[in-house]
């Protein structure tokens, strides 16, 4: 078992040599996932080149979109938290495995990242231990069969230090105090 955190692209955006799209911020936001994509592509071509990639489940997905000047209630958003939104809420999955389809794209396949747990349960051949309340659905599963689903999701409308202000007053706060 592996994971790996990616965190670029992330603010401050570069303009990378090889991938210039021009000097504004969206532009060089998009030159950082253009990096991102093809550094993770390097990767993966060499990853399925190895004797035990056929042996192992590959799960690639983002932890949240980026708003790049869109409007959300009016206002242009720059950012990645405090809305829900599809601009923050919609992001990409790559999955490849024994048992998957290759080369497709299923762009109607709602899936979550719910899902990523049971999938590795599934992948496994294990059944979840029920005190771990599993919610989502193995992505072997949805694409055997497809479930019409709503994908819940949260965010706060504060951040930073106000954040955590709330958190530490609502752990001593009576009922109705917030």
């Known amino acids: 078992f592996a994971w790996v955190h990616i965190y670029e692209p992330h603010a401050p955006y570069k303009l990378h040599k090889d991938f210039d799209f021009g000097e504004k911020k969206r532009q060089k936001y998009y030159s950082e996932i253009a990096k991102t994509d093809a550094v993770l592509g390097t990767f993966m071509e060499w990853f399925f080149k190895q004797p035990y990639a056929e042996d192992t489940l590959v799960i690639v997905m983002g932890d949240h979109g980026q708003g790049l000047g869109e409007k959300i209630r009016g206002k242009k958003f720059w950012g990645h938290h405090v809305h829900v939104n599809d601009v923050v809420s919609r992001v990409p999955l790559f999955v ?18 719910l899902d990523i747990m049971p999938t590795l349960f599934d992948y496994l051949g294990v059944t979840p231990p029920p005190e771990l309340f599993i919610q989502g659905y193995s992505i072997y599963r949805l694409l055997a069969r497809p479930v019409e689903r709503s994908i819940s999701t949260e965010a706060f409308g504060i951040r930073g230090q106000d954040f955590f202000t709330f958190v530490r007053h609502a752990k001593s706060a009576q009922p109705g105090e917030l």
């Open 96 to 113: 490849a495995g024994q048992g998957l389809p290759q080369g497709e794209v299923d762009p109607e396949t709602t899936v979550s990242q």
